[in-house]
């Protein structure tokens, strides 16, 4: 069914930009609900400086990278997609958003994995796991745990991303939204990038950043 | 000069009933699927009533225990588990939605001139959020309930025996209805305002609406993240906040109060958008100053996110934040107390009617003021060493929520009674309610600020001796503002069905919901509304409205 | 402004990977304190970066804007306050605990 005009606004432009208002309003409830965790994970490095380093050169590094890769590339397939849907070229814009979702789900396999390998490695989350019986400094278990915590928050987000990008796929497809009215697809596509922001940040404070201490 | 008048009951009118969003459709699927934000509106204000119903059992039982040391009715994990359970449902399932969800949602479209909200759909789902959240913590309280006071601290909360889970998991729900509730209101806002109505010519309980929904979606996030923590380490044991694997339990302290604080304002804003409206119109004047009103509004919002530490200056905070946040706490009060000389300097030279929200109005004054100003004592802090974690606090907020919130909460119930219904409460009962409900909280909750200066702990089931005096007045005082909640809500449900019919006007008020019918029709206003004049001009005489 | 063209999109792509390859490459310079400094300050140019061209916000009304940026005021605020508690505590009474020693300096 073709997307219409909702019966309280006076017109299509209107109906964009409340839902666009919307959704950035609705971003900043989601920066706002990680910033609880950034601040525990800054007031712990503080309070654990040699702990969170030992923490961040035990971590799986290439795991994080190319994940990191595999987002940013996500992103420019979705935004790629938006601008197709604006030309009227649904099909492009259908194959572009599904080649994000896949990205997307493939994220969260290489994620999977890399926990995979965490519990391989004797590190599970609650500083339980033979790894912390070898290394006893509190602080790296506080480290484990905010990165089990925040990136497995992400990825909840990372799923529910997915899940919101392939019921816009399904409207693209169906040419129930097109260049007339863009908009669901531009409004999912900046929750996706989003999410890609949040990866951004998570990745340095996870993987990056150490003072070799050892 | 100022007048002052009793209310003169209204003369009967019976217009023939017409079409309004309440006959409009009978079947329950009507309101159970309603996209009407009228409809929303009401069932909101169901469910709170019934919420605060609850929490108030919960606290009538908490004084009965009161009225002697030791065991009197419950043992002390009960005693625990219910003020943990008074706090939480008080706070989430009625004071927070209370005015926003009820009066919020049926008044905004209406004082802008628009349909609808932005996302109507999006509201009845915030609705339906906002009842499993509620039912959820019906459901943890089935389970046993939580004991862990409404603050949750860690690391008791980590291991308490009680059913920590399911109660931060029901608030967690909740948290999101206020979010999207808070998001619809600021977009309906910014992009449904009727042709030629600028920010500064909108009634100000429009201004109290966004003011309240701009904290409400940025801080409850704060909350989400805190409980969700908690949650996850009382299921999971993964001691985010345990020393012993590197936590710091003041961390948690500051994200809760980072959302806890900016909540107390979201109790307070939409109180205080209901006070401004009641006085105007029942002086029929304008206000002393509609920029210092709306301002100050935008100031608490904002301001009132700095000051979370004041809940923290005995917790082990550095004494460089405690001083920084002592200073950020003095900051805020001074917007409330902008709005208190121009709610009073706005009676001056009007013609005063003394009807029951106006009766509540000076209720609120006295409780405000009095309870504002412990708050500014409490923020000193020197002195919130003597008193933190005592009666003294408890008593002060109380004042502020009970004495003010519920009492504006009050006076909206009467002051939109008929145009939500259509009909008359009886003002005599009315005089009797307002006058029974500030009567009992005072007796109730002023003897707690000297129980508190004398050293009564707060949460404590047991007490020495000598404070069982000043325990017994305050729970006799608990009991008559019981007695007077059911007194009031009993007349207001008779009302209901037998009320007289009311006019679109019954107060001769100036402000835009006066424009349309009472009550509505579904689409609001009979045509698309122009609003020649500002909503407080009392120097033109009130337009007819026909239905 | 105009909505990005596809060649604007796809610069900002390997502008986005060469940024998250050099912050890589230093992963493993010996940067001590001034590599937290380094990682978050290049962390930020690439939100930055998607923010203005993949998500648009130079197209939004100024309102969604200022929207956003007083959600991100927020977050530093919390941060500040939370880590200036921290940072500003005096040792406990009876001197700090074992391997603490550092943050209580000065």
């Known amino acids: ?214 | ?547 | 402004m105009k909505e990005p063209t596809p060649r604007a999109l796809l610069l900002t792509l390997i502008v986005l990977l060469v940024l998250a390859g050099v912050s890589l490459a230093f992963r493993f310079a010996h940067l001590g304190d001034f590599g937290f400094a380094v990682a978050l300050g290049i962390a930020a140019i690439k939100a930055v970066l998607v923010a203005l061209v993949f998500m648009e916000i130079t197209i939004e009304k100024p309102t969604v804007r200022f929207a956003f940026a007083a959600c991100l005021s927020l977050f530093a605020l919390m941060i500040a306050l939370l880590v200036g508690d921290i940072v500003t505590r005096s040792p406990p009474p009876l001197g700090p605990p074992p391997g603490t020693e550092a943050r209580y300096k000065g």
């Open chain 2, 1 to 547: 000069m100022t007048t002052v008048d009793i209310a003169v009951p209204v003369p009967a009118r019976r217009p023939t009933p017409r079409e309004s969003y309440l006959n409009v459709a009978h079947t329950v699927k009507s309101w159970a699927l309603t996209t009407d934000h009228k409809r929303i509106g009401i069932l909101y204000l169901v469910t709170t009533v019934f919420a605060m119903a609850l929490g108030g059992v919960f606290a009538l039982v908490l004084r009965t225990e009161h009225l002697s040391p030791g065991p009197t009715i419950v043992d002390a994990y009960t005693y625990n588990r219910l003020f943990t359970m008074h706090g939480i449902v008080m706070v989430w399932l009625f004071m927070i939605p209370s005015i926003p969800t009820a009066f919020g949602n049926f008044l905004l479209p209406i004082m802008i001139g628009a349909k609808d909200v932005a996302f109507p759909r999006l509201n009845l789902l915030s609705y339906y959020i906002y009842l499993l959240g509620s039912i959820w913590v019906l459901i943890a309280l089935w389970a046993g309930g939580c004991d862990t006071g409404w603050t949750f601290y860690t690391p008791y909360s980590d291991h308490s025996p009680s059913a920590v889970v399911p109660t931060v998991f029901g608030i967690f729900i909740l948290g999101w209805s206020t979010i999207i509730t808070g998001v619809n209101f600021i977009v309906t806002t910014h992009t449904m305002r009727a042709k030629g109505l600028g920010w500064f010519r909108m009634p100000l309980f429009v201004w109290a609406m966004y003011g309240v929904s701009i904290i409400q979606t940025l801080a409850t996030p704060v909350l989400a993240i805190s409980l969700l923590v908690v949650g996850i380490d009382h299921w999971f044991d993964w001691g985010l906040f345990d020393p012993a694997r590197g936590g710091d339990p003041v961390l948690y302290q500051h994200l809760f109060w980072f959302y806890s604080h900016p909540a107390v304002y979201i109790m307070i804003l939409p109180a205080m958008g209901v006070i401004i409206e009641v006085v105007c119109t029942f002086s029929h004047k304008n206000p002393a100053s509609y920029k210092a009103i709306a301002y100050s509004t935008l100031g608490i919002a904002f301001v009132g996110f700095a000051t979370w530490g004041h809940h923290m200056f005995v917790a082990g905070i550095s004494v460089f934040d405690a001083a920084a946040f002592g200073v950020l706490s003095m900051l805020v009060a001074i917007f409330s107390a902008i709005k208190v000389f121009t709610w009073v300097l706005t009676m001056r030279r009007g013609s005063v009617v003394v009807t029951t929200p106006m009766l509540y109005f000076f209720a609120f004054l006295f409780l405000f003021v009095f309870g504002g100003m412990t708050g500014v004592a409490v923020a000193t802090q020197s002195l919130d060493v003597h008193w933190h974690d005592t009666y003294f606090v408890v008593a002060h907020f109380h004042f502020i929520m009970v004495g003010s919130t519920m009492t504006a909460w009050l006076a909206a119930l009467h002051y939109w009674f008929p145009k939500i219904t259509g009909r008359m409460y009886p003002e005599r009962m009315g005089y009797v309610g307002a006058t029974l409900v500030f009567s009992g909280f005072f007796m109730t909750f002023f003897p707690q600020f000297l129980l508190g200066n004398a050293g009564m702990p707060r949460r404590y089931y047991d007490y020495d001796p000598q404070f069982q005096p000043l325990h017994v007045v305050s729970t006799v005082g608990a009991w008559i503002l019981g007695a007077a909640m059911i007194w009031t809500l009993t007349y207001l449900l008779v009302a209901l069905f037998r009320g007289e019919r009311a006019p679109a006007n019954p107060w001769d008020s100036r402000s835009y919901e006066w424009l349309t019918p009472s009550p509505p029709p579904k689409h609001n206003f009979v045509r698309e509304p122009v609003f020649a004049r500002d909503p407080y001009d009392y120097t033109v005489p009130a337009e007819e409205v026909h239905a």
């Open chain 1, 1 to 214: 069914m073709r997307e219409h005009v909702a019966g309280h606004f006076e017109d299509i432009e209107k109906q964009a930009h409340a839902a666009r208002f919307g959704m950035w309003v609705f971003l900043g409830t989601e920066v706002l609900f990680f910033s609880g965790l950034f601040a525990l994970y800054i007031g712990y490095r503080i309070e654990h400086p040699r702990g969170f380093d030992v923490g961040v050169e035990h971590n799986t590094l290439v795991y994080g990278s190319v994940n990191t890769a595999v987002l940013l590339v996500s992103s420019y397939f979705v935004a790629l997609g938006v601008h197709e849907l604006r030309l009227g070229r649904n099909r492009l814009s259908a194959w572009l958003v599904g080649l994000t979702i896949l990205l997307g789900l493939a994220f969260l396999g290489i994620k999977t994995a890399e926990y995979l390998h965490h519990f391989a490695d004797g590190i599970y989350p609650g500083g339980t796991g033979r790894f912390f019986e070898e290394h006893t400094d509190p602080g790296l278990k506080m480290f484990f745990t905010l990165y089990f915590c925040m990136t497995g928050l992400h990825a909840i987000h990372v799923l529910v991303g997915c899940g919101v990008l392939s019921f816009l796929l399904y409207k693209v497809a169906t040419r129930s939204i097109g260049a007339w009215a863009p908009h669901p697809l531009a409004i999912g596509a900046i929750y996706w990038h989003l999410v890609d922001v949040i990866w951004i940040f998570l990745w340095p404070l996870f993987y990056l950043v150490t003072g070799h201490v050892r």
